[in-house]
């Protein structure tokens, strides 16, 4: 239960991140009354960041009771936003450090500790053979 509690944390803070990068850019979006099409396409993106660090909170939740649906949501959603961060933004250039370590490593964090804790529960005892 340990780790599935500190993959739920983990996963929280992961959330908490993506929330406040999406509102705070959101925000910056609205300030500069922008309303060409890529100034929407990046508000776009803003906001997934904001709906998948809200929906990360929840399963956190449930990753904290260690709970075997929200663990398979969560290895792949959060994993396929991180994956798609490092990929184009990091890859690119477009984000350096420290910026580009803090999600990703929360991320492997919470799917690292989350997934002992998964596998921990689903193991069955070994059953012993009766001598013959």
């Known amino acids: 239960m340990l780790f599935a509690r500190i993959g739920a944390i983990a996963y929280a803070l992961w959330s908490l991140l993506h929330i ?7 925000a910056e ?5 922008a309303l060409a099409e890529a100034a929407g396409r990046l508000a776009q993106g ?8 809200i929906f990360g909170l929840i399963l956190s939740w449930f990753n904290w009771k260690n709970n075997s ?18 990929l ?8 350096g450090f420290p910026a580009a ?3 990703p490593g929360l991320w492997i964090v919470g799917l690292v500790c989350t997934t002992v804790a998964y596998l921990g529960s689903t193991q069955q ?3 012993t053979q009766s001598p013959r």
Not at 29 to 33: E, I, K, L, Y
């Open 125 to 127: 005892p070994l059953a």
């Open 88 to 95: 184009f933004p990091v890859w690119q250039g477009g984000t």
């Open 101 to 103: 370590a803090i999600g």
């Open 29 to 33: 979006r609205a300030a500069d009354d």
């Open 20 to 26: 406040v990068l999406g509102v705070t850019r959101l």
């Open 46 to 53: 803003h906001w997934t960041l904001l709906y998948l660090g």
């Open 69 to 86: 649906t929200a663990y398979w949501i969560s290895a792949f959603i959060i994993s396929a936003e991180d994956i798609g961060f490092l």
